[in-house]
Structure formats: C-alpha cells, structure tokens
C-alpha cells in the first residue's frame, strides 16, 4: 500500500476553519483517498473519501491535489467535539474488504 | 438498531491466563476484523475475516487466535502466549464487495494485564 505522511499534531480554535494536510506522493491510479477519526476512547469513524475530485458532505470536504500527491480534509467550524485523531488512508479501488492500514494519523486539538 | 458491540468495555487479566474479547455485528456484513491499538499509535491489524469459517493473520496475529462460525460474531482470543497483550482492541465489519466498503468499529475493550 502506497504510504501517507500527516503532522503528528494541530491546533485549532473553536467555530475556525482548520485544514488538516495528507502527503501521499507514492499514490497509484487506482488509489482512493480515505478519511477516518477516531474520538477519544472510541473506535474510529469513517469522515470521506475521493478519487481525483473535491467532495463534501456534512461532515467535511475533502480538497485533493491536481497531481493527486497531496490532500487536505477541511473541517468549516471546528467544534469541540471535533478534537480527535484524524488518519488519512489510501485504498485501491476493489480492495474495500480488506483491513484498513492506519498510520499515527494527526491529533486535532481543539481550544475554546 | 444496527451496529458492532464489543464486550466487555474494560478487561483485566492476570498474567499466564487466556482471555476472550467479544465482537457481534448485526450489520449483515460478511467482512470483520481485528485491530489492536496501543497508547499513541495508530491501529494494526491483527486478524481479519472475509468469510464465515475462514481468516487471514494480520500484522500481529502471534499469541492470539481467531473464530467465525457465525457470520454475526468474530470472537477474539488473547492467550498467554502474547508478551504485551495490554491495549485497546477494536473490532471492524465491512460489507464485501464494489464499492466504498466503509469499516464500521465497534467501541472497542481495554485489555489491561496485571
């Protein structure tokens, strides 16, 4: 699997915008870009996903890179509720039942 | 409502003893899995299962042992022939097949060994 490399660590002030950035340079074609969370003490939650397009949905947008080299999940207000550990994960197109393969991921602070 | 239950939330064990974590889903989902997380860490693989009767090893699958004879539970065995068995495992579904096959988790148990 290609690899991906985040910051260990953010901060962000409460109801501001915060742009948490994924490099991935290694990706292939058929690589999908993932996001899941994971709250403190819980299981991880998938947040979005993309292929070559900017999504959004009620959660977060999902701003990738022309050259797919690098992506940036965008959260609009962040909330304290948001605070968690964000991973970033790639996955082939057609592998969606094999394990997911996490790395340290970014820790989100969020300060009121 | 439908979901992933693991049980129990906190686990303690005294050293040398085998223990079982439980996982039910009642998702449908004919995929499960194993993780194990440990303090700062981002999640590893331990065992995983595609199909009922049938599992691969993870990235760790030493010192712990894997069921699946009911589509709805993947259990997981922590014996004691696993050196820091200590942590946080979480258990995963899936459905299989096309598509996004977004990884459900359950709410995890903390194993602690005395």
């Known amino acids: 699997d290609a690899k991906t490399t985040q910051p260990n660590s953010m901060e962000s002030n409460e109801e501001e915008p915060v742009h948490l950035p994924c490099n991935h340079s290694?990706?292939?074609?058929?690589?999908?870009i993932h996001w899941y969370r994971q709250l403190p003490s819980q299981g991880p939650e998938y947040v979005i996903h993309?292929?070559?397009s900017n999504v959004n949905n009620r959660m977060a947008s999902l701003a990738i890179a022309e050259d797919r080299k690098s992506s940036t999940l965008i959260l609009h207000r962040a909330t304290l509720r948001d605070a968690a550990v964000y991973y970033c994960?790639?996955?082939?197109?057609?592998?969606?039942?094999?394990?997911?393969?996490f790395g340290k991921g970014t820790r989100l602070s969020v300060i009121a | 409502d439908g979901g992933i239950t693991q049980s129990p939330k906190y686990l303690f064990r005294k050293e040398g003893q085998n223990v079982t974590l439980s996982c039910e889903q009642n998702?449908?989902?004919?995929?499960m899995y194993w993780y194990r997380q440990d303090p700062g860490q981002g999640l590893r693989l331990i065992y995983y299962?595609?199909?009922?009767?049938?599992?691969q090893k993870g990235d760790i699958a030493e010192g712990y042992s894997v069921s699946r004879e009911k589509k709805e539970s993947f259990p997981l065995t922590v014996t004691s022939a696993q050196k820091n068995p200590t942590a946080f495992y979480l258990c995963?579904?899936?459905?299989?097949?096309?598509?996004?096959?977004?990884?459900?988790f359950g709410p995890g148990t903390r194993l602690t060994v005395l």
């Open positions: 998702l449908n989902h004919d995929a």
């Open positions: 299962s595609q199909i009922v009767n049938d599992f």
């Open positions: 290694t990706i292939s074609g058929t690589d999908y």
């Open positions: 994960i790639l996955r082939r197109i057609g592998a969606g039942n094999t394990p997911l393969v």
């Open positions: 995963a579904s899936s459905i299989v097949g096309r598509g996004l096959n977004e990884q459900f």
């Open positions: 993309g292929l070559t």
